[in-house]
């Protein structure tokens, strides 16, 4: 596998505390510059102001209430989203997953629709529970089909994610061909695309209530992962039960993804591309890489989002769209170097 060569550029403890820190940094400063970018005009010296509580009332509102809560929800969504990708690398012991595999978006998708369908899309967050609902469900159906006697055969539970999602996806354009108010069903696809323009304080406090734990705890299941990468038998032959393992890591690597698709849509190839680029770096040992990418995700993520509120101002284009296109020739790229008995 790729993980197997992931070592060669691997740093030592000062060096991989140093690509923290500049990790850190570099966050910190995509934050203050997505506070800042936008198509309102607004310099340092006025985010300063409005820090310090002397901005005017217009300028505090664009900040506070517009702004911050955009900026800190891409920051966790891809700090989420580089530690989901890691860990479904591991479990699936398939170097090309992501987090959206196992027809999590499009099971979400199918939510979406239905919300629109019901007259939901424009009430509250008819739209994002709904999204939550049918990502979870997804996931279960995937999940009981994948499994053997037990066990979840890794390759199972791909081809069961692949064709839930093309199932889903073909009902979801049925769904949105059956709702006849055109401004709805445009709404719906935004979303779909991956977007933070519906960001406020209310959502972004539901989304750190479900995220941050199960973050937290696949953090704490680095371990897991690591042995994981070995193969099931040689990670039983060190104790680990990797059979409940994978199944305790797969839930709350759905949840959380669940979650991140509520809230912004489907944000794709984050979880693949964030993994990927820092793995040489911090070595096949998750215990050092999630920490990592969950820096860099933010980092990358709050970046394209600032990007895309900028590139046509004063038109929003969907982040979803960015990472894609940047997302879509690193998996080609990667793809041609995976070995051929890892495909």
Request: aromatic fraction near 8%.
């Amino acid at each position: 596998m790729a993980e197997a060569n992931a070592s060669n550029f691997r740093l030592g403890g000062f060096g991989y505390g140093v690509l923290l820190v500049v990790g850190g940094v570099g966050l910190l400063a995509s934050i203050a510059g997505g506070l800042v970018l936008g198509s309102a005009s607004i310099g340092p010296s006025d985010l300063f102001d409005v820090l310090l509580g002397g901005s005017d009332a217009v300028t505090t509102q664009i900040v506070v209430e517009l702004r911050l809560p955009r900026v800190l929800g891409a920051a966790l969504v891809g700090a989420a989203l580089g530690i989901v990708g890691a860990t479904l690398q591991a479990v699936m012991k398939n170097p090309l997953a992501e987090p959206y595999i196992l027809g999590i978006s499009s099971g979400a998708s199918v939510g979406a629709a239905s919300s629109v369908l019901l007259g939901l899309a424009l009430g509250g967050y008819g739209t994002s529970a709904l999204a939550f609902v049918g990502a979870v469900v997804s996931v279960v159906v995937v999940y009981r089909v994948a499994v053997v006697d037990g066990r979840v055969p890794p390759v199972r539970l791909i081809l069961a994610g692949v064709a839930l999602s093309s199932f889903a996806q073909a009902v979801t354009s049925f769904l949105l061909y059956l709702v006849p108010e055109a401004t709805a069903v445009r709404g719906v696809i935004f979303w779909l695309l991956g977007g933070l323009s519906g960001s406020d304080w209310p959502g972004l406090t539901l989304l750190t209530v479900i995220v941050v734990p199960a973050s937290l705890v696949l953090i704490a299941g680095a371990r897991w992962q690591t042995l994981l990468l070995l193969g099931d038998d040689s990670a039983m032959a060190l104790g680990l039960d990797a059979a409940r393992a994978r199944q305790w890591l797969i839930a709350w690597a759905a949840l959380a993804t669940g979650a991140l698709v509520a809230f912004a849509g489907a944000i794709g190839f984050v979880g693949l591309i964030v993994p990927h680029a820092l793995r040489p770096f911090t070595g096949p040992d998750h215990r050092r890489l999630l920490w990592a990418v969950a820096l860099y995700g933010g980092w990358l993520l709050v970046a394209m989002d600032a990007v895309a509120r900028s590139v046509l101002a004063p038109e929003e284009l969907p982040v979803g769209i960015l990472t894609g296109l940047l997302g879509a020739p690193f998996f080609l790229l990667l793809l041609r170097r995976v070995p051929g008995d890892a495909r």
